[in-house]
């Protein structure tokens, strides 16, 4: 039997899907949209924004909603500030979509099909943000002995940029770590409770040289001083495959997941390529960062006149699988907690000492052409983390 969908938070999505969140854009109409939802439910706001290297203006948010005194009114003093409580974290924006293949044409214009909702952020993660808005509603004010925290960054997608910023620039995360309540990274996990994952980082590499016509000696081909910078970058990738001690079996993959690539941007045999730039990334992981490996391939690249930039990245998270706040929230979830292989801003929140991703969804479809969630999850997600809710901001 397909699935029925909860008609009042199914509208809430396909409204959300609506915002153009792509990194590239702003998600400040998205962002006032979200802070609307939250004062609805009684929570206040703290707005905090900057702009992308590329000039564009990004917002952050961080909603809170305190306990109230019994029998106060909506606008009642809340009870002393409390340590503990639940902070909720999501991303407002997401990938790209110019190839869209799900129904409707349209990655922007959500479509409820069967047992399922496609649109772009369907998946990562406005369902995710729609779940938690649906646990909210679960739980009254007034049955709250903790605070309930949501948080909402920019560029996720593009290298954690917007939770860098919250953590330097947002009283109110200060004031999260100050209670370190419970932390759920709600990226899509089908609901099974993750408790690490691997990071990411990178490099650039660029070989100038100088474009001629190839018939000539004009030119200075880019490539040729790239090339033993490839090799290295070969090496190791074949190194970090074949070197147990580069692995960690908590993992799958165990290894660094180490990736390369070149581009001269060249379109014609006839042409010396005046410019080559080579990359490599890897994934981190709590007991091999690679930061050796790296410095090989700076000492390489050096060695052979090339500029090196190391592009931003994030952490790894490794939360205890037997600490309290996995253990409790694995008998919640109703399953043993895991690891993966992706990253998230849950490693830029490493001040929080109890952290958990969570959510609805399949990463499997996260970032594709046709991205959905599935209406079997986008229902069992409110339930969760109401009971979350409950378990740590109730009492």
């Known amino acids: ?99 869209w293949t799900g129904p409707g044409g349209d990655p922007f214009a959500g479509v409820v099909a069967e047992d399922r909702i496609f649109g772009r952020g369907a998946c990562d993660m406005k369902g995710s943000l729609v779940s938690m808005l649906g646990a909210i509603d679960e739980v009254d004010v007034h049955q709250q002995t903790a605070p309930i925290w949501v948080v909402c960054t920019a560029d996720e997608e593009v290298g954690f940029e917007g939770a860098a910023y919250l953590v330097k620039h947002s009283q109110a995360y200060r004031e999260i770590v100050a209670a370190q309540p419970l932390a759920i990274i709600g990226e899509p996990t089908r609901l099974r409770v993750v408790h690490a994952h691997k990071g990411i980082l990178g490099l650039s590499i660029l070989s100038q040289g100088r474009a001629a016509h190839s018939s000539t000696d004009g030119g200075i081909n880019a490539n040729e001083a790239i090339v033993p910078v490839l090799a290295t970058l070969l090496e190791i990738a074949q190194q970090t495959r074949a070197d147990a001690s580069l692995h960690d079996e908590r993992f799958d993959p165990p290894h660094l997941s180490w990736n390369f690539g070149v581009s001269d941007g060249c379109t014609a045999v006839n042409i010396t390529p005046g410019r080559s730039t080579a990359w490599c990334s890897l994934r981190p992981m709590p007991r091999i960062d690679g930061e050796a490996l790296i410095k090989r391939v700076v000492d390489q690249a050096e060695a052979n006149g090339l500029s090196v930039r190391r592009m931003r990245g994030g952490r790894p998270v490794w939360i205890d699988p037997q600490s309290p706040c996995i253990v409790d929230m694995c008998r919640l979830a109703g399953g043993p907690p895991i690891t993966v292989c992706y990253g998230t801003d849950g490693g830029e929140f490493f001040e929080l000492n109890q952290r958990v991703v969570l959510g609805p969804g399949d990463i499997a479809q996260a970032h594709t052409t046709d991205e959905y969630i599935l209406l079997e999850q986008f229902n069992r997600g409110p339930v969760l983390y109401a009971e979350a809710i409950r378990h740590w901001c109730t009492g």
């Open 1 to 99: 039997m397909t699935p029925m969908s909860n008609p009042r938070l199914t509208e809430i999505l396909l409204d959300l899907i609506r915002f153009p969140t792509v990194s590239a854009l702003s998600n400040a109409d998205i962002s006032d949209r979200v802070a609307e939802l939250l004062t609805d439910r009684g929570f206040t706001v703290e707005v905090t924004s900057y702009d992308d290297a590329a000039g564009v203006r990004k917002v952050n948010l961080v909603a809170k909603r305190d306990p109230k005194r019994p029998g106060g009114g909506p606008h009642s003093s809340s009870i002393k500030p409390a340590s503990g409580g639940l902070a909720y974290f999501c991303h407002t924006d997401v990938v790209p979509a110019v190839a």
